[in-house]
Protein backbone atom coordinates (compact mmCIF):
# COMPACT_ATOMS: atom_id res chain seq x y z
CA UNK A 1 0.00 0.00 0.00
CA UNK A 2 1.43 3.04 -0.73
CA UNK A 3 1.57 6.24 1.90
CA UNK A 4 -0.63 8.21 0.02
CA UNK A 5 -3.42 5.69 0.08
CA UNK A 6 -3.27 5.48 3.92
CA UNK A 7 -3.13 8.96 4.40
CA UNK A 8 -6.42 9.46 2.83
CA UNK A 9 -8.67 6.48 2.79
CA UNK A 10 -9.65 4.34 5.17
CA UNK A 11 -8.74 0.67 5.35
CA UNK A 12 -9.79 -2.63 5.68
CA UNK A 13 -8.43 -5.73 5.62
CA UNK A 14 -9.33 -8.20 1.82
CA UNK A 15 -9.66 -11.16 3.40
CA UNK A 16 -10.41 -13.15 6.66
CA UNK A 17 -7.64 -14.67 8.50
CA UNK A 18 -7.63 -17.06 11.94
CA UNK A 19 -4.89 -17.61 14.33
CA UNK A 20 -5.32 -20.07 17.06
CA UNK A 21 -4.32 -20.07 20.74
CA UNK A 22 -5.08 -19.71 24.97
CA UNK A 23 -5.72 -16.49 26.81
CA UNK A 24 -3.08 -16.05 28.92
CA UNK A 25 -5.39 -15.21 31.51
CA UNK A 26 -8.29 -17.96 31.44
CA UNK A 27 -5.76 -20.68 30.27
CA UNK A 28 -8.62 -21.70 27.70
CA UNK A 29 -8.03 -22.62 24.18
CA UNK A 30 -9.38 -19.67 21.59
CA UNK A 31 -9.81 -19.15 18.17
CA UNK A 32 -9.38 -15.21 16.60
CA UNK A 33 -10.64 -14.55 13.69
CA UNK A 34 -9.73 -11.13 11.29
CA UNK A 35 -12.40 -10.43 8.59
CA UNK A 36 -13.00 -7.43 6.84
CA UNK A 37 -15.25 -4.67 7.72
CA UNK A 38 -17.08 -1.92 5.99
CA UNK A 39 -16.36 2.02 5.86
CA UNK A 40 -16.34 3.77 9.62
CA UNK A 41 -17.39 0.58 11.51
CA UNK A 42 -14.07 0.92 12.90
CA UNK A 43 -12.79 -2.12 15.08
CA UNK A 44 -15.41 -4.39 16.36
CA UNK A 45 -15.11 -7.51 18.49
CA UNK A 46 -17.65 -10.34 18.02
CA UNK A 47 -17.83 -12.87 20.78
CA UNK A 48 -19.25 -15.90 18.93
CA UNK A 49 -19.24 -19.16 20.61
CA UNK A 50 -21.51 -18.07 24.00
CA UNK A 51 -23.17 -21.07 25.43
CA UNK A 52 -27.29 -20.62 24.12
CA UNK A 53 -26.81 -17.53 23.13
CA UNK A 54 -26.31 -15.07 19.66
CA UNK A 55 -23.09 -13.65 18.67
CA UNK A 56 -22.45 -10.45 20.23
CA UNK A 57 -20.94 -7.13 19.35
CA UNK A 58 -18.29 -5.07 21.24
CA UNK A 59 -17.09 -1.48 20.19
CA UNK A 60 -13.37 -0.98 20.46
CA UNK A 61 -13.75 1.98 22.00
CA UNK A 62 -12.89 3.48 25.40
CA UNK A 63 -16.23 3.82 26.59
CA UNK A 64 -16.27 0.11 26.70
CA UNK A 65 -13.26 -0.24 28.89
CA UNK A 66 -14.38 -2.63 32.04
CA UNK A 67 -11.34 -3.25 33.60
CA UNK A 68 -7.18 -2.34 33.04
CA UNK A 69 -5.81 -4.53 36.25
CA UNK A 70 -4.16 -6.85 34.15
CA UNK A 71 -5.13 -6.70 30.89
CA UNK A 72 -7.37 -4.02 28.47
CA UNK A 73 -10.70 -5.92 29.19
CA UNK A 74 -13.38 -4.89 26.85
CA UNK A 75 -17.69 -5.12 27.59
CA UNK A 76 -21.07 -4.19 28.28
CA UNK A 77 -23.84 -3.94 30.70
CA UNK A 78 -24.83 -7.89 29.88
CA UNK A 79 -21.16 -8.66 31.56
CA UNK A 80 -20.29 -9.71 28.13
CA UNK A 81 -16.50 -9.46 27.98
CA UNK A 82 -13.19 -9.71 25.63
CA UNK A 83 -10.57 -9.57 27.57
CA UNK A 84 -6.47 -8.65 26.74
CA UNK A 85 -7.67 -6.72 23.42
CA UNK A 86 -4.07 -4.72 23.20
CA UNK A 87 -2.01 -6.46 21.39
CA UNK A 88 -3.98 -7.39 18.54
CA UNK A 89 -5.50 -3.71 18.96
CA UNK A 90 -1.73 -1.84 18.47
CA UNK A 91 -0.94 -4.26 15.44
CA UNK A 92 -4.15 -3.37 13.89
CA UNK A 93 -3.27 0.19 14.70
CA UNK A 94 -0.03 0.38 13.68
CA UNK A 95 -0.97 -1.26 10.12
CA UNK A 96 -3.20 1.17 9.57
CA UNK A 97 -6.10 -0.67 9.57
CA UNK A 98 -9.34 0.92 10.13
CA UNK A 99 -12.18 -1.14 10.08
CA UNK A 100 -12.46 -4.80 10.86
CA UNK A 101 -14.49 -7.30 12.73
CA UNK A 102 -11.86 -9.46 15.44
CA UNK A 103 -14.14 -12.80 16.02
CA UNK A 104 -13.35 -14.55 18.61
CA UNK A 105 -15.05 -17.62 20.47
CA UNK A 106 -13.88 -17.11 24.26
CA UNK A 107 -13.84 -14.56 26.41
CA UNK A 108 -10.47 -13.17 26.20
CA UNK A 109 -7.69 -13.16 22.69
CA UNK A 110 -5.20 -15.50 22.53
CA UNK A 111 -2.09 -14.72 24.07
CA UNK A 112 -0.09 -16.51 20.86
CA UNK A 113 3.64 -15.51 21.73
CA UNK A 114 2.48 -12.75 24.12
CA UNK A 115 3.73 -10.34 20.99
CA UNK A 116 1.92 -8.43 18.52
CA UNK A 117 3.69 -10.08 15.97
CA UNK A 118 1.02 -13.13 15.10
CA UNK A 119 -1.00 -10.21 14.13
CA UNK A 120 0.92 -8.53 12.31
CA UNK A 121 1.30 -11.93 10.20
CA UNK A 122 -2.49 -12.41 10.08
CA UNK A 123 -2.79 -8.94 8.91
CA UNK A 124 -0.29 -9.66 6.48
CA UNK A 125 -1.93 -12.93 5.29
CA UNK A 126 -5.37 -11.22 4.84
CA UNK A 127 -3.90 -7.87 3.23
CA UNK A 128 -5.17 -4.53 3.43
CA UNK A 129 -7.25 -2.28 0.97
CA UNK A 130 -8.55 0.94 0.91
CA UNK A 131 -12.06 2.05 1.32
CA UNK A 132 -14.06 4.53 -0.84
CA UNK A 133 -14.36 6.82 2.36
CA UNK A 134 -12.17 9.45 3.82
CA UNK A 135 -10.34 8.82 6.75
CA UNK A 136 -10.71 10.81 9.81
CA UNK A 137 -8.10 11.25 12.57
CA UNK A 138 -8.49 12.84 16.37
CA UNK A 139 -6.23 15.46 16.33
CA UNK A 140 -4.42 16.53 19.60
CA UNK A 141 -5.00 20.00 20.37
CA UNK A 142 -3.41 21.03 23.93
CA UNK A 143 -1.80 18.74 26.48
CA UNK A 144 -3.91 16.60 28.29
CA UNK A 145 -2.02 15.12 31.49
CA UNK A 146 -2.97 12.31 33.86
CA UNK A 147 -0.52 11.79 37.14
CA UNK A 148 -0.68 9.68 40.28
CA UNK A 149 2.05 8.45 42.86
CA UNK A 150 4.98 9.41 40.44
CA UNK A 151 3.31 8.09 37.41
CA UNK A 152 1.87 10.00 34.76
CA UNK A 153 0.76 10.10 31.10
CA UNK A 154 0.02 12.74 28.53
CA UNK A 155 -1.04 13.49 25.29
CA UNK A 156 0.28 16.54 23.84
CA UNK A 157 -0.12 17.96 20.22
CA UNK A 158 2.71 16.65 17.52
CA UNK A 159 3.11 17.70 14.10
CA UNK A 160 1.80 14.18 12.39
CA UNK A 161 1.02 10.76 13.14
CA UNK A 162 1.42 8.95 16.76
CA UNK A 163 4.73 9.47 18.34
CA UNK A 164 4.76 7.20 21.70
CA UNK A 165 7.39 7.85 24.67
CA UNK A 166 7.49 5.13 27.31
CA UNK A 167 9.84 4.67 30.39
CA UNK A 168 9.77 1.90 32.70
CA UNK A 169 11.41 2.46 36.32
CA UNK A 170 11.13 -1.65 37.73
CA UNK A 171 13.62 -1.92 41.15
CA UNK A 172 15.06 -4.78 39.52
CA UNK A 173 18.65 -5.55 38.36
CA UNK A 174 17.89 -6.72 34.61
CA UNK A 175 15.11 -4.09 34.01
CA UNK A 176 15.72 -0.63 35.75
CA UNK A 177 14.62 2.13 34.01
CA UNK A 178 14.52 1.90 30.00
CA UNK A 179 13.16 4.35 27.85
CA UNK A 180 11.42 3.42 24.59
CA UNK A 181 10.40 7.13 22.00
CA UNK A 182 8.66 6.31 18.63
CA UNK A 183 6.95 7.58 15.38
CA UNK A 184 4.20 4.78 15.27
CA UNK A 185 4.74 3.86 11.41
CA UNK A 186 3.89 0.48 10.16
CA UNK A 187 7.54 -0.22 9.50
CA UNK A 188 8.53 1.24 12.72
CA UNK A 189 6.53 -1.41 14.55
CA UNK A 190 6.99 -4.65 12.35
CA UNK A 191 10.55 -4.19 13.53
CA UNK A 192 10.94 -2.45 16.46
CA UNK A 193 7.98 -3.28 18.84
CA UNK A 194 5.54 -6.09 17.19
CA UNK A 195 7.88 -9.04 18.41
CA UNK A 196 8.39 -7.59 22.30
CA UNK A 197 6.49 -10.08 24.78
CA UNK A 198 4.35 -9.78 27.97
CA UNK A 199 6.39 -9.80 31.06
CA UNK A 200 5.98 -11.20 34.28
CA UNK A 201 7.69 -11.59 37.68
CA UNK A 202 8.40 -14.84 38.91
CA UNK A 203 7.53 -13.61 42.25
CA UNK A 204 4.05 -12.82 41.55
CA UNK A 205 3.16 -15.62 40.29
CA UNK A 206 1.52 -17.09 42.94
CA UNK A 207 -0.37 -14.22 43.74
CA UNK A 208 -2.02 -13.66 40.25
CA UNK A 209 -2.97 -17.83 40.18
CA UNK A 210 -4.78 -17.19 43.75
CA UNK A 211 -6.39 -14.36 41.71
CA UNK A 212 -7.55 -16.28 38.95
CA UNK A 213 -4.92 -14.23 37.01
CA UNK A 214 -1.94 -15.78 34.32
CA UNK A 215 -3.26 -19.37 34.18
CA UNK A 216 -2.54 -19.94 30.20
CA UNK A 217 0.97 -18.28 31.23
CA UNK A 218 3.89 -19.92 30.21
CA UNK A 219 7.60 -19.62 28.91
CA UNK A 220 5.78 -19.70 25.15
CA UNK A 221 3.82 -16.78 25.77
CA UNK A 222 5.50 -14.30 28.48
CA UNK A 223 9.39 -13.62 29.74
CA UNK A 224 9.56 -14.87 33.02
CA UNK A 225 11.53 -12.89 35.63
CA UNK A 226 13.08 -14.29 38.56
CA UNK A 227 15.18 -12.07 40.81
CA UNK A 228 18.22 -12.17 38.95
CA UNK A 229 17.96 -13.73 35.44
CA UNK A 230 15.27 -14.14 32.68
CA UNK A 231 14.51 -18.03 32.91
CA UNK A 232 12.79 -18.65 29.28
CA UNK A 233 16.10 -20.82 27.64
CA UNK A 234 15.47 -18.28 24.74
CA UNK A 235 16.43 -15.20 26.44
CA UNK A 236 15.07 -12.16 25.80
CA UNK A 237 14.54 -10.25 21.91
CA UNK A 238 15.67 -7.01 22.66
CA UNK A 239 17.81 -6.51 26.20
CA UNK A 240 14.88 -3.81 26.57
CA UNK A 241 12.18 -6.30 25.38
CA UNK A 242 10.37 -4.76 28.42
CA UNK A 243 9.68 -0.97 27.60
CA UNK A 244 9.05 -1.94 24.34
CA UNK A 245 5.96 -4.49 25.24
CA UNK A 246 4.90 -1.22 27.29
CA UNK A 247 4.91 0.56 24.23
CA UNK A 248 3.01 -1.77 22.16
CA UNK A 249 0.08 -1.98 24.86
CA UNK A 250 0.06 1.79 24.87
CA UNK A 251 -0.75 1.69 21.69
CA UNK A 252 -3.31 -0.49 21.74
CA UNK A 253 -4.93 1.12 24.21
CA UNK A 254 -4.53 4.50 22.20
CA UNK A 255 -6.64 2.82 19.39
CA UNK A 256 -9.62 2.98 22.18
CA UNK A 257 -10.09 6.63 20.94
CA UNK A 258 -11.37 5.15 17.73
CA UNK A 259 -9.46 6.74 14.87
CA UNK A 260 -5.55 7.18 14.44
CA UNK A 261 -4.46 10.07 16.78
CA UNK A 262 -2.42 12.91 15.49
CA UNK A 263 -0.44 13.71 18.85
CA UNK A 264 2.51 12.36 20.96
CA UNK A 265 1.61 10.18 23.86
CA UNK A 266 4.30 10.18 27.11
CA UNK A 267 4.04 7.34 29.32
CA UNK A 268 5.94 7.65 32.46
CA UNK A 269 5.67 4.10 34.94
CA UNK A 270 2.14 3.09 33.65
CA UNK A 271 0.52 0.73 32.33
CA UNK A 272 -3.29 -0.16 31.03
CA UNK A 273 -4.87 1.37 33.88
CA UNK A 274 -3.13 4.94 32.55
CA UNK A 275 -3.28 4.72 29.00
CA UNK A 276 -6.70 4.36 29.33
CA UNK A 277 -7.55 7.57 32.08
CA UNK A 278 -5.34 9.88 29.79
CA UNK A 279 -7.32 8.66 26.41
CA UNK A 280 -10.85 9.04 28.60
CA UNK A 281 -9.52 12.50 29.74
CA UNK A 282 -8.55 13.53 25.99
CA UNK A 283 -12.04 12.89 24.59
CA UNK A 284 -14.01 14.31 27.47
CA UNK A 285 -12.21 18.01 26.89
CA UNK A 286 -13.61 19.12 23.72
CA UNK A 287 -11.30 21.50 23.62
CA UNK A 288 -8.63 19.18 23.48
CA UNK A 289 -8.60 17.46 20.23
CA UNK A 290 -10.81 17.97 17.06
CA UNK A 291 -11.45 15.78 14.11
CA UNK A 292 -9.57 16.42 10.70
CA UNK A 293 -9.63 14.44 7.53
CA UNK A 294 -6.12 15.46 6.28
CA UNK A 295 -3.01 14.52 8.30
CA UNK A 296 -1.24 17.28 7.60
CA UNK A 297 -4.05 19.94 8.92
CA UNK A 298 -2.49 21.21 11.73
CA UNK A 299 -4.16 23.62 13.89
CA UNK A 300 -2.99 25.75 16.75
CA UNK A 301 -1.86 24.76 19.32
CA UNK A 302 -3.10 26.12 23.12
CA UNK A 303 -1.88 26.17 26.37
CA UNK A 304 -1.34 23.51 28.65
CA UNK A 305 -4.10 21.53 30.81
CA UNK A 306 -3.20 19.08 33.61
CA UNK A 307 -5.95 17.10 35.00
CA UNK A 308 -3.69 16.22 37.95
CA UNK A 309 -5.08 13.05 39.97
CA UNK A 310 -8.81 14.21 39.80
CA UNK A 311 -9.71 11.60 36.70
CA UNK A 312 -6.93 8.91 37.73
CA UNK A 313 -8.84 6.52 39.23
CA UNK A 314 -7.11 3.56 41.80
CA UNK A 315 -3.23 3.33 41.62
CA UNK A 316 -1.13 3.78 38.62
CA UNK A 317 1.21 0.50 39.29
CA UNK A 318 3.05 -0.89 37.03
CA UNK A 319 1.26 -3.32 35.61
CA UNK A 320 3.15 -6.82 33.60
CA UNK A 321 0.60 -6.90 31.12
ZN1 LIG B 1 0.87 -6.39 26.69
Known amino acids: MTKGMQAGRQTTLRERATVTGVGVHSGSPVTLTLHPAEANSGIVFLRCGIDGKDDRELAANFHSVTATEFATVLGDASGLAVSTTEHVLAALYALGVDNAIVEVDGPEVPIMDGSAAPFVAAIDQAGITALPAPRRYIQVLKPVRVSKNGCYGELRPHLRGLRVETEIDFDHPLIGRQTIEVDVEPYVFRDELARARTF ?46 KAVDAIGDIALAGAPLIGAYRSVRGGHKLNHAVVTALMADPSAWTYVESPEAVRRVRGHADLGAGLAAAAFGPDVS
Not at 209 to 233: D, I, K, M, Q
Open 200 to 245: GFMRDVAKLWSAGYALGASFENTVVVAENRVLNAEGVRFPDEFVRH
